[in-house]
């Protein structure tokens, strides 16, 4: 094995290692966030700089690769592909440290009974497709990657889901509606995940085919339609 491939390699670790962090933030801010826990919250906001160090060494490392060996064809791709994936993985800690954040904000208001279970839920999908995609990121599996790709349209479902119900538990006590406009935005942090996580594999397909997927990326996110309207059936789908 070249030095070159060697590099690559250390490279793709930094990335897994990226991963692994990105994952655990996301699992202990959602663990805080229903449990109104502000201490592991804390712990989450600090432990995000660490991620952002580690997506800078990503960085700096990929960028000495291009000058020291100017790659070409695939090699680039990979560095490119490496560059990509690390801010998006930088960008998943700060979706999580913004969901700490307001737990701070939220502890000790008044919520419904278990309203935050739909979100752990959605976190739950969410975090399976951030982990599928990061395994198919290191064995470079085209087919795992696009499967994870096809399905974000879940999150997208859920999250229109808990929109509609966090809306009608504010609709029918006011008292809800601080605490339940912070679990909104907690919310859509978890859909931009599953956003991250499609982005992720896109730049699989990227690295491995040298171009990026034809077909349009599905959304099944219909909450812009429900302010105004409150209804099922988004306009123009009937």
Do not use: W
Not at 101 to 107: P, T
Not at 127 to 132: T, V
Not at 186 to 214: F, M, S, W
């Amino acid at each position: 094995m070249g030095s070159r491939q060697r590099e690559l390699q250390t490279l793709a670790g930094e990335i897994a290692e990226m991963g692994g962090l990105a994952e655990r933030l996301v699992m202990e801010s959602v663990t805080a966030l229903t449990r109104i826990d502000p201490a592991r919250a804390r712990r989450v906001i600090a432990d995000d700089q660490r991620l952002d160090a580690m997506q800078r060494r990503v960085e700096n490392h990929a960028v000495e690769l291009i000058a020291a060996h100017r790659p070409t064809d695939k090699p680039l791709r990979e560095l490119v592909a490496a560059l990509r994936i690390s801010s998006d993985l930088e960008r998943v800690g700060d979706l999580a440290k913004n969901n700490a954040k307001r737990v701070l904000a939220i502890e000790g208001r008044a919520h419904p009974p278990r309203v935050a279970l739909g979100v752990e839920h959605m976190s739950d999908i969410a975090l399976e497709q951030l982990k599928s995609v990061l395994d198919a990121f290191t064995s470079q599996d085209l087919s795992a990657a696009l499967d994870v790709r096809n399905r974000d349209d879940e999150v997208d479902a859920i999250y229109t889901s808990i929109f509609r119900e966090l809306l009608t538990y504010m609709m029918e006590d006011p008292r809800n509606i601080t605490f339940c406009t912070h679990l909104l935005f907690c919310a859509k942090n978890i859909e931009r995940i599953g956003d991250h996580a499609t982005n992720i594999a896109e730049n699989i397909h990227y690295l491995v085919t040298g171009e990026q997927p034809h077909e349009a990326r599905v959304k099944a996110d219909t909450s812009s339609y429900l302010p105004s309207s409150f209804s099922e059936t988004p306009p123009g789908s009937a």
